[in-house]
C-alpha cells in the first residue's frame, strides 16, 4: 500500500496558498500574477517530483510520469474565485502531486486553468479534450472586466505555447478529489464522500413582456406589470417546486431585473434567471415539465411570459469501477465513516469523462462554505482524504 | 366671458412640440439644447403677449403682467421624460399663455424647469416658492448620466442668472391645466376633469439579509436565500393589498435587485423599491400597517428583513373655490361631460399650495397613454379644456 506524507500535504497547501492570500483564504483570479506564480511554483514542485512539467497554451500545469504502461491522470484547478478559500482546487491538485510521489510512477498531474471560469467554462480540461475551439478563446472575455482571454494569455506569457491535449491510449482514467462545498458531509459527521455523478444544470431565462406605464395614474385593474407576473411566476414555481422536487433536488433564481427599473415606473418588461440541478434524468425531465406547466398558466394573465432554455447538460456518472476503488479505500482507513453522493457542483471531471473514466474524492467542507475567504476541512480529513486516493489509484493500476 | 382662440392654442403646442421632435412625440430632456430653445421661443411668445418675460437661474420661464390687482398664475412645465409626449405639460403652460391673451390682463404664466426630474424633484417651482436650497443645487445630478446640475445649469447659460421667487402677495393663486395620463376620463366619455387633490406617494426600500451560496452544493433545507424572501413578500403584497387598498389606490414595485445576481449563486442580499398613492390619509395609513404587519412576518423566515421608508408626503387638496370655479366653467361648456378625480401624478400644483391657493384641469389622455411618444388628446378636448381654464380664471380674478 501507498505510504503519504501527510505533514508533506498540508505544509504543499498552506504554502500554495500563500500566492493571493487574502485574510484566511485566497484571490488568485486566472492569470492574475498571483495566479501565474502560482502555476510556476507547481510546475517546479512536480520537476522535483520526477515529472516532467509543462505549462501549456491556456494555463494549464500538466506534470507527466516517465515509464511505460497505462497512467492515472489526478488533478483539479489551483485559480480560485475572487476572495474564496485556500483549499478548494488547490487541494485536488497537491493529493495528485502527492499520490505522484508516493506511488512513484504511472502518475501525471494536472491543474486546469480557469475551472473557475473568470473567462469561460473549464478552460483548461475543455482545452485538453479538444472541446475548446480557437474561436472559443477568441470570443472569451474576462466576466468582471471585460478583458479578452487572448489578451489576457499574452500578459500572462501564455500566447504562443502548444495547447496540450490528451492521449486516450496513455490513461486508464481521471481521478480529482475536491471540498464537497456543501454540507451533507459535515451535518452527518462523514469524512469522505465517493462522487456517484455529476449532477445535470437546467438553466433558463425568463421574460416577461407587458406595458409600461405611469404608477400614479394607471390603475391597477388595467396594468400589464411585467414585475408582477415575475413575482408570481417565482413564487408559483416556490410553491411547486417542492412537489416535484426529490431529496436532492435544488433550484435557484439568481438574478431579477425589472425594466425600466424606476420606482415611479410600472415594469413594461421583466426577466429572471433560473436554474435546477439534479443527477436523475427522470427527476429533471418532471421539474422542466412543472415548469413549462407553471408558464403556459402565467401565459393566461395579462403579460405574455418567454422561457428560454439556455442550456440543459445531461449528469455525468462516475465509472463505476473508479467509485468502488474509492469506496474500498474509503472503508478501509475509514470504516462506516464515508458516503456515497452526487455532486452539486460542476468539475472539470465531468470534462474529462468524455474521453476516459472518471471519479471523484469529496473531503468534508466546515459548515458547507465554500467560494468563500473563511472555507476551511479539518487537517486530519485533508490527510485521510489524500491517503484514500493515494490507495484507490495504487488499486486501479494495479487491477 | 373671455374668448380663446382654439387653432392658436393648437398651432402653438405644434410649434412647441418642433423642439426635439421625435415620432409622434418630443424628446426634451431638461437643459437638453432642444429644451433651451423651446424656453427661449416661449419667453418670446409670452413677451409677444405683452408680458415681461425672463428665464430665472434654474430655467424657469416667468412671464408677468403688467397693471396693479391681484393675479393669478397659471403653468406647468414644458420639458419631457425621455422619448415621450407633444402634451403633458407643455399643454398647461400653452394654455397660460392663451388665457392671458384672451383675458389681458393679470394673469403671470410660468413654464417650471425639471418637473419631469432629470435632476431633481420639482426643481423650478421649488426655487419660486423657496424650498429649492443652493445646497440642493450643489448635490443634484442628472439621474441618467451623473452631470452635476450645476455644470447642467453653466452649460444652458443660466448660471449666474437670478432665481425668481414668489410674491405671495401678488397672487389669488395658482391654477394648473395637465393631460390626466390615466384613463378615466378616456374610458368614461368624460371631457374634464377637476382635480380634487394630488394624491400622497409612500414609499419604501425594502432589504432582505441572507447567505450567499453555491446553488449546487447548498441543499435547500438550509438556504438563506435573499432573493426568494423578497418574492415572497412580494408575492404576499400582490394578495394582501386588494384587500386594504380603495378603490384608486395603486401599489407598484418598480426596482428589483438580487445580489451578486449571478445564475449559480444563492442571493445573499436583496432589495426592492416599493411604492403605495392614495388621496385619504386613512386609507394610506391602513396600508402602511398593512406593510409593516407583512414585513413583521415575513422577519420570522430564513432572511432579515428591514422596511426603510424613503418618504411619505401629505395629499395636496386643492383649494375649494378653485374647485368650485372649474366645475361650474366645464358645467357650462359642457354640461355632465366633465368629473371631478384626484391626481395619481405629482404636479408642480402641489408645490405652488405650500404657498397660495391651487386648482387644477385635466383633459382626457387618449387610451390612458403618458410618458411615451404616442400620447395624445384629441384637439376638440384640448380646445374644451383650455376654454374652461380662462372662463374659471375670469370668474376667480372677478370674485
Not at 482545452?127 to 499574452?154: C, H, K, W
Not at 482507513?333 to 471519479?359: C, F, I, T, Y
Not at 468563500?372 to 486530519?380: K, L, P, V
Amino acid at each position: 500500500m501507498p505510504r503519504i506524507d501527510g505533514a508533506r500535504v498540508v505544509a504543499d497547501l498552506k504554502r500554495l496558498a500563500e500566492f493571493g492570500r487574502y485574510k484566511t483564504g485566497v484571490h488568485r483570479p486566472t492569470y492574475s500574477p498571483q495566479d501565474m506564480q502560482s502555476r510556476h511554483w507547481l510546475a517546479d514542485r512536480l520537476a522535483a517530483a520526477g515529472l516532467t512539467s509543462e505549462i501549456d497554451g491556456v494555463g494549464s500545469v500538466i506534470g507527466r510520469a516517465a515509464g511505460s504502461g497505462p497512467h492515472l491522470l489526478l488533478g483539479s484547478h489551483i485559480e480560485t474565485q475572487p476572495h474564496a478559500g485556500w483549499l478548494d482546487g488547490a487541494l485536488g491538485v497537491i493529493f495528485g502531486l502527492e499520490v505522484a510521489r508516493a506511488l512513484g510512477r504511472n502518475i501525471d498531474v494536472a491543474a486546469w486553468a480557469d475551472e473557475e471560469g473568470h473567462f469561460d467554462n473549464f478552460v483548461g480540461s475543455r482545452s485538453f479534450v479538444g472541446m475548446l475551439s480557437e474561436a472559443n478563446i477568441d470570443r472569451a472575455r474576462n466576466r468582471y472586466d471585460g478583458t479578452p482571454l487572448r489578451d489576457a494569455l499574452q500578459g500572462a506569457g501564455l500566447a504562443g505555447l502548444p495547447r496540450a491535449r490528451v492521449d486516450p491510449a496513455r490513461y486508464r482514467g481521471y481521478l480529482e478529489a475536491h471540498i464537497e462545498q456543501g454540507d451533507e458531509l459535515d451535518t452527518s459527521g462523514k469524512r469522505l464522500g465517493v462522487v456517484t455523478s455529476i449532477v445535470a444544470i437546467y438553466q433558463y431565462r425568463i421574460r416577461f413582456h407587458g406595458v409600461q406605464n405611469h404608477a400614479g395614474t394607471t390603475r391597477m385593474a388595467i396594468r400589464k406589470d411585467a414585475g408582477l407576473a415575475l413575482v408570481r411566476l417565482a413564487a408559483a414555481i416556490d410553491r411547486r417546486f417542492p412537489e416535484v422536487a426529490g431529496p436532492r433536488s435544488v433550484w435557484t433564481t439568481g438574478r431579477i431585473a425589472l425594466e425600466p427599473g424606476a420606482p415611479s415606473i410600472v415594469p413594461g418588461a421583466a426577466e429572471m434567471l433560473f436554474q435546477f440541478r439534479d443527477a436523475d434524468p427522470a427527476r429533471l425531465a418532471a421539474m422542466h415539465r412543472a415548469l413549462e406547466q407553471l408558464v403556459a398558466d402565467a401565459n393566461t394573465g395579462p403579460c405574455k411570459v418567454e422561457l428560454q432554455t439556455m442550456s440543459q447538460s445531461t449528469p455525468k456518472v462516475m465509472d463505476a469501477a473508479f467509485q468502488d476503488a474509492l469506496a474500498a479505500a474509503a472503508e478501509a482507513r475509514a470504516p462506516g465513516n464515508w458516503v456515497r453522493m452526487p455532486s452539486g457542483a460542476g468539475h472539470d471531471a465531468q470534462v474529462l469523462a468524455e474521453k476516459m473514466p472518471a471519479g471523484m474524492l469529496f473531503v468534508p467542507s466546515i459548515g458547507g462554505i465554500s467560494h468563500h475567504w473563511s472555507e476551511d476541512t479539518r487537517e486530519d480529513d485533508i490527510v485521510l482524504g489524500c491517503q484514500v486516493l493515494a490507495d484507490a489509484a495504487a488499486a486501479i493500476l494495479a487491477s
